[in-house]
């Protein structure tokens, strides 16, 4: 059985793509990128990982690429895969440059958070991946946003992550 914390996310299905079955999904960062060795994508489907082959795809603009699974051949049959969680194993996916190991959002329950200008905001208790929208719980009961492009800060050594909120 493959479990949730082997694997990483990729992003969300978001619509299909045509006639013959193509699906169009929402990149939740760079993953995707990374995942050089992934012959498999995993469609997160009733809360049961679900592997499709990966056939095709390419990529429709910076946020969105398009996938042509294996037996996904008409929109009859890609229209219960919308809003699916897209996953790849971890060890299909290659470490960014000066990168020791791959985190996933689940890996930062645990990490203090704080704001920008250094407010403590709690320690998180959970994260919320069922949307494209990732959030962060806290024990004091806010909600952060996690993305790539939020986080100031993020040290491994004290587990602790600094989100940058200017502009949101």
């Not at 793509?17 to 960062?29: A, E, F, I, P």
């Not at 499709?52 to 969105?64: A, H, I, L, P, Q």
């Amino acid at each position: 059985m493959i479990l949730v914390e082997d694997t990483l996310l990729v992003g969300v299905i978001t619509r299909g793509r045509g006639t013959g079955g193509d699906v169009q999904c929402l990149l939740s960062g760079s993953v995707w990128e990374r995942a050089d060795k992934a012959e498999f994508v995993l469609l997160n489907l009733q809360n049961i990982l679900v592997p499709f082959r990966v056939e095709d795809w390419w990529y429709k603009n910076n946020e969105t690429v398009v996938f042509h699974l294996k037996g996904i051949d008409s929109e009859r049959q890609s229209t219960p895969l919308l809003g699916a969680q897209v996953r790849v194993l971890k060890t299909d996916v290659t470490a960014d440059e000066g990168e020791d190991t791959l985190l996933t959002w689940q890996d930062l329950v645990g990490y203090s958070i704080a704001d920008a200008d250094d407010n403590d905001a709690g320690t998180i208790v959970s994260v919320d991946e069922t949307t494209a929208n990732i959030l962060a719980l806290t024990d004091k009961g806010l909600y952060f946003p996690l993305h790539e492009d939020l986080i100031a800060l993020l040290d491994t050594e004290n587990r602790h992550i600094k989100i940058n909120m200017t502009g949101v």
